[in-house]
């Protein structure tokens, strides 16, 4: 049975799915990712040439230069007569490399090829991103639920004081530590429901599993960001705009994964399901 909606909101849902698109197969979106490589302490050489430690896509130099690790310090020491791209502008030699730990990685940019420096717990990682990627040209399509106005839904944010540090399990295997200032508590078809949200700057990011992972969206888990509270700790949290974490489409992403107490009984069926790009 087909569910009315108010042109205006379905227009909001169909702009964001439209958007949603955009961000996976932009130049730094998640279908341009070739390449994730945790880093150790030392020297790992990376280039195109396949005797290098980190083989970058064919399009970059043979030989770019060498990754050094020294602890928490990243440098990158360019090979002679190579020529990078760094906040826009020309660079050659050393070059010091922030990792996403404080907010914006330095980006290496050498044509179509790009790689930063991740912090994922005490890991770090060089990303490797592609803009000739064979997946942006063909992305996988995008499937979704009917849109579902009962699925928007009006919650309470029920605050953590002082705020949760909680270790999330990550699809590398890894774990990551995330920041919950509270749980978000609504109702659907006359259950309560409870979801922890994590601190995303100026939203909340939220991670949850459902029965759907079982056959009809990813099988682990989905996600979705809110607006943060009112004065009234009072939020919109829109299942209708859940989506397939980045490992549904990469291998090389660090997902979060559900923490048990966001494994919901109740089926989801609202927002994007799950096809499997390699079928």
Known sequence: MSVAVDPEYRAEIEAWRVQRLGKLTAEDGWLAL???HWLE???TSLGSAPECDVVLPPSAPPRVGDIRRRGAEVRLALAPGI???VDG?????IVDLKSDAGGEPTVVRLGDVSFQVLARGERLGLRIRDAASPARREPPALDYFPIDPAWRVRARLDPYDPPHRLTVADYTGGVQEQVAPGALVFEHAGEELRLDAFDAGEELFVIFADPSNASETYGAGRYLYTARPDHEGAVWVDFNKAYSPPCAFTPFA???LPPP???L???VAAGEKFIDPKH
């Open 41 to 43: 302490d030392g020297d």
């Open 261 to 263: 107490q966001n494994r």
């Open 254 to 256: 660090t997902c979060p």
């Open 89 to 93: 502008g020309p660079v050659a030699g």
């Open 83 to 85: 020529t990078a791209v």
């Open 34 to 36: 070739a390449g994730l």
């Open 265 to 267: 009984s109740l089926r």
